[in-house]
């Protein structure tokens, strides 16, 4: 199947600086990417879709200019967290698809972060 | 706007026996259902998926799913809980250009 690397899978950063996370589809190109962030012992919320090219449309309650998403080739998205906060560590999950409206996408690894 | 029920949170099996984890779904359209594993702080792995074409579907590691749209069901089941088997499984569901929508989550213990 399709494979999506995403790095890196854990940071540790100090409050009040950024931190970005990549998400590369390896053998497909991604045209839609989705952003996810999942607490502990919760499901997964998504956060934003971007579609290549194209700015990120974000999800009710997500801060668009805390989590920056950048989608600039078919390949990579990236997701940076600015000003970090202790509130923000959480796991975060991409996953990219063909297409505007892809029917499956495909899973990075996950990045766990942690804002100390 | 569609939704997914996975009943029981937690689900304790002991090994060899059947796994059974429920999900329904709600959708106006007709959907796309998917199950997925997670193993702790790693990304999701696809099980299975129903995209309208054999309403019993064959997924990796053994499992398989059957999509009854007369009870709105899409249940996960495996004949016999394998150790290696013990992770979080989340059931999807994508109807239309809107999002995939995933449930809570249920997380599979088995007992040696």
């Known amino acids: 199947g399709a494979v999506v690397s995403q790095h890196p899978s854990w940071v540790i950063c100090k409050s009040g600086t950024s931190v970005k996370i990549e998400c590369r589809s390896l053998d497909f190109q991604a045209t839609t990417m989705f952003w996810y962030r999942q607490f502990p012992k919760q499901s997964l919320m998504l956060m934003a879709t971007s579609n290549e090219g194209s700015k990120a449309t974000y999800e009710q309650g997500v801060e668009k200019d805390k989590f920056l998403i950048n989608h600039a080739s078919l390949t990579l998205s990236t997701l940076t967290v600015t000003s970090a906060h202790p509130e923000d560590s959480s796991f975060y999950i991409c996953?990219?698809?063909?297409?505007?409206?892809?029917?499956?996408?495909?899973f990075g690894q996950g990045t766990r972060l942690t804002v100390v | 706007a569609q939704s997914v029920t996975q009943l029981g949170s937690h689900v304790s099996v002991s090994e060899g026996a059947l796994v059974l984890l429920r999900c329904n779904y709600s959708?106006?359209?007709?959907?796309?259902l998917f199950w997925y594993v997670q193993y702790p702080n790693q990304g999701l792995q696809l099980l299975l998926k129903?995209?309208?074409?054999?309403?019993l579907v064959k997924g990796i590691n053994g499992f398989e799913a059957e999509f009854k749209k007369s009870e709105t069901s899409f249940h996960l089941t495996k004949p016999s809980a394998h150790m290696s088997d013990a992770a979080e499984y989340f059931c999807?569901?994508?109807?239309?250009?809107?999002?995939?929508?995933f449930g809570k989550g249920t997380r599979l213990s088995v007992i040696a």
């Open positions: 129903y995209t309208s074409a054999a309403t």
């Open positions: 999807a569901v994508k109807a239309g250009n809107t999002p995939l929508v």
């Open positions: 959708s106006s359209v007709p959907p796309y």
């Open positions: 996953s990219g698809g063909q297409g505007a409206q892809p029917t499956e996408a495909f």
